[in-house]
């Protein structure tokens, strides 16, 4: 019977490994072998004829000269890339919170009030997925050109209908991120307030809680989870987002983080440098996510 039993826990445990192997080998060729590229580039050197990186795969031989570049352009005398940072961070910021006013009350009002229309609801908010990102960001031109229907809605109301909005604006920039992105946090917040518990609402209702400090003192606490989830999810690509930026405005005073590491990245001789600061920005995004999963496992142990 040991032998049966093992000879059945052998076949399960390929089993198994055969069903992850196809994901383990795509993580690998995308993402494992990708991510060792950049370290080379990044610790390696530079064609001096044709100026281009020339990658190091021994880790024996990385170099740090890319790295000391790439500090001096960060704090040293000249530095530029500190300006871009902080403006990603504020303009990110400032995103996420008008991402997080907006699509709270839609994924609330989907999941609580929709009722038999529930499955159009979740069709409408599923599809801007179909339509590509760059296809949006360009729709968005037509819109804030001098000629376009923001201007002559403007004009309309008796506003001011001759603003440059694409010439170099924050908000502009501001609200392109929010419109690129704020379907990821709509699913997510929806996902989460459509499992909660109506009886745990009821409960509240009758105990004489009423309809805003239910909402307040319930479905908000209940929905913190699904909340860090979602603000993690559409931050992080924000926080590298470069192509935003490039269509809505391309002007020096409104330059990203990305924006930075795509001009090293096409400029002769700095590509390891474009690398580095990639990899820097990794690091950073690294700590965020490394919380979330700690602060997921631990209320995953408390619940159990």
């Avoid at 990110?92 to 997080?100: G, M, N, Q, V």
């Avoid at 020096?252 to 924006?259: A, E, F, H, V």
């Amino acid at each position: 019977m040991n032998g049966i039993g093992t000879s059945r826990d052998r076949r399960g445990r390929w089993l198994w490994i055969a069903l992850a192997a196809p994901g383990a080998v795509w993580l690998i060729v995308l993402f494992v072998v990708p991510f060792y590229a950049m370290l080379a580039v990044a610790g390696g050197g530079i064609n001096s004829f044709f100026e281009t990186a020339v990658p190091t795969w021994n880790p024996l031989q990385w170099s740090s000269a890319n790295l000391s570049v790439v500090w001096q352009d960060i704090a040293g005398t000249g530095a530029y890339l500190g300006a871009p940072a902080l403006r990603t961070l504020l303009y990110t910021a400032a995103a996420t919170i008008i991402s997080l006013a907006i699509a709270y009350p839609v994924a609330y009002f989907v999941s609580r009030y929709a009722g038999r229309r529930k499955a159009l609801m979740l069709v409408l908010l599923i599809a801007p997925f179909w339509v590509s990102y760059m296809m949006r960001m360009l729709a968005w031109i037509d819109l804030l050109q001098q000629g376009g229907f923001v201007n002559s809605a403007l004009s309309f109301v008796g506003l001011s209908g001759s603003t440059d909005w694409l010439g170099g604006k924050s908000v502009t920039v501001i609200f392109g991120l929010v419109y690129g992105y704020i379907p990821y946090l709509i699913l997510v917040l929806y996902a989460g307030l459509d499992r909660i518990d109506g009886s745990l609402l009821e409960a509240a209702r009758d105990l004489g809680l009423g309809r805003w400090r239910t909402f307040w003192r319930v479905t908000v606490p209940l929905s913190k989870p699904t909340i860090i989830a979602g603000t993690f999810i559409t931050v992080l690509p924000m926080l590298g987002d470069y192509f935003t930026n490039q269509l809505l405005s391309a002007a020096p005073g409104t330059t990203m983080i990305g924006n930075a590491i795509e001009g090293q990245l096409q400029s002769a001789g700095e590509t390891g440098q474009g690398a580095v600061v990639s990899l820097m920005l990794l690091v950073v995004l690294l700590i965020p996510m490394t919380y979330y999963a700690l602060s997921t496992a631990r209320a995953s142990r408390e619940f159990a």
